[in-house]
């Protein structure tokens, strides 16, 4: 069965400094779909960024970056020049062919001026 | 473009009583879902919709959950009768494309349920 894991319950970060939230995953399918989603204390999750298990280079969108070592199946979320508007829960969310997200626990990131 | 719209945002009923909640997917989003997070724990998947068809609901929890997507829009999620445990937030997702895992779900703000 598949599985997802973030290891960091909470970080502290000063303002911008760059952040790397761990992520690792456990399949045997060879095609899947990582996912990055924050939810600030709004309640709201907005979709960061994807990263598929075929993709030669690792996904970027702005500020984010996505380090992905296939080999030890890892989807590290890197987030450039924080900023306090950071502060939030990150998740972690893998996808193969069932559609469905299967979802890491969540980091709790806080940004310090 | 509107995006998910879920409501009631917030909803605080009895035990045994009934509750539904809606959700609004993005126009043209052939695909729905709904995830629950129960406190202290992980989201987990509840049912996924492709038009009006349930396509997968090995996720929910058992048959007091009724899930509906008329014409293949709006979907409703009923509980019913509510019990303590079912407290927690609800959340709607859709997506555009059949792909499966390339396939990137947009989220409702979520219902958020308290049964007491």
């Known amino acids: 069965a598949q599985k997802i894991t973030q290891t960091q319950p909470g970080m502290f970060v000063q303002e911008k400094e760059a952040v790397t939230l761990d992520c690792t995953y456990d399949t045997s399918d060879p095609s899947y779909g990582l996912f990055w989603y924050k939810q600030p204390s709004s309640g709201e999750m907005i979709f960061l960024i994807y990263q598929g298990s075929y993709d030669q280079q690792n996904a970027t969108e702005g500020r984010y970056s996505l380090n992905f070592q296939k080999a030890r199946k890892s989807a590290n979320l890197v987030i450039s020049a924080s900023q306090l508007g950071d502060s939030a829960m990150y998740f972690c969310a893998f996808s193969d062919s069932n559609y469905q997200l299967i979802w890491g626990a969540g980091t709790k990131l806080i940004i310090k001026p | 473009e509107a995006g998910v719209t879920q409501f009631p945002s917030h909803s605080v009923i009895e035990k045994g009583q009934t509750v539904t909640l809606r959700c609004d997917p993005i126009?043209?989003?052939?695909?729905l879902y709904w995830y629950r997070r129960v406190m202290g724990k992980e989201i987990k998947f509840l049912l996924h919709?492709?038009?009006?068809?349930?396509?997968?609901e090995s996720g929910m929890p058992n048959n007091r959950f009724l899930a509906e997507r008329t014409g293949g829009t709006y979907s409703t999620l009923k509980v019913q009768p509510a019990e303590l445990e079912d407290s927690g937030v609800y959340f709607c997702a859709s997506s555009h494309r059949n792909w499966g895992n390339t396939d990137t779900q947009y989220f409702g703000p979520g219902t958020r349920l308290t049964v007491l």
């Open positions: 126009s043209g989003h052939d695909n």
């Open positions: 919709f492709v038009k009006e068809s349930k396509q997968d």
